[in-house]
T-cell receptor
Framework: NAGVTQTPKFQVLKTGQSMTLQCAQD?????MYWYRQDPGMGLRLIYY???????DKGEVPNGYNVSRLNKREFSLRLESAAPSQTSVYFC??????????????FGPGTRLTVL | SQQGEEDPQALSIQEGENATMNCSYK?????LQWYRQNSGRGLVHLIL?????REKHSGRLRVTLDTSKKSSSLLITASRAADTASYFC?????????????FGTGTRLQVTL
């Protein structure tokens, strides 16, 4: 099991450029999440997907869109990158609540710099 | 807004000593979790304590939860250099089919030889 994988690991964009961050999990988890981590701020939830076919906004959704492509994959898109979106982005997944699993499993992160 | 505030922000101890980190939060929760993050890496789940539990142990980790004070503590006993990392508390409020984590700002632990 690879767990949660993210691509790319690093990315540099110019202001106004667009890009998609990819995330995939092989644990057959229902829920997936995107977070951003800024220095001294902890992690903040951008968007989440409770199950395949559903997505919802988190704490800081502005400037982002997401797609739950299938049960395995959950992508995060920046349509027009801004310097304020410079951050480290983490994807996570969680098993079924019905099975009592509340633990989230995190990917290694994507370090994004917007110039 | 951040749900959890952690204290201290940074902690430096010697190997073999105990490390205690505290977390305070603002709203009612279903459970509270602690995660560890090594530099440049993703977060790894350490331990979960439910709102009806007061104390939980896992190896060298001991977590307490006081829902009346909305606070939790993580104790790492007999620390090792390999425990050097950032530690985050995360509160969980289950809403329907989703379970959202809200993270604190973290404690950076440095364990020296």
């Amino acid at each position: 099991n690879a767990g949660v994988t993210q691509t790319p690991k690093f990315q540099v964009l110019k202001t106004g450029q667009s890009m998609t961050l990819q995330c995939a999990q092989d644990m057959n988890h229902n829920s997936m999440y995107w977070y951003r981590q800024d220095p001294g701020m902890g992690l903040r939830l951008i968007y989440y997907s409770a199950s395949e076919g559903t997505t919802d906004k988190g704490e800081v959704p502005n400037g982002y869109n997401v797609s739950r492509l299938n049960k395995r994959e959950f992508s995060l898109r920046l349509e027009s990158a801004a310097p304020s979106q410079t951050s480290v982005y983490f994807c996570a997944s969680r098993g079924s609540m019905l099975r009592g699993s509340d633990t989230q499993y995190f990917g290694p992160g994507t370090r994004l710099t917007v110039l | 807004s951040q749900q959890g505030e952690e204290d201290p922000q940074a902690l430096s101890i010697q190997e073999g000593e105990n490390a205690t980190m505290n977390c305070s939060y603002k709203t009612s929760i279903n459970n509270l979790q602690w995660y560890r993050q090594n530099s440049g890496r993703g977060l790894v789940h350490l331990i979960l304590i439910r709102s009806n539990e007061r104390e939980k142990h896992s190896g060298r980790l001991r977590v307490t939860l006081d829902t009346s004070k909305k606070s939790s503590s993580l104790l790492i006993t007999a620390s090792r250099a390999a425990d050097t990392a950032s530690y985050f508390c995360a509160t969980v409020v289950n809403t329907g089919t989703a379970s959202k984590l809200t993270f604190g700002t973290g404690t950076r632990l440095q364990v020296t030889l």
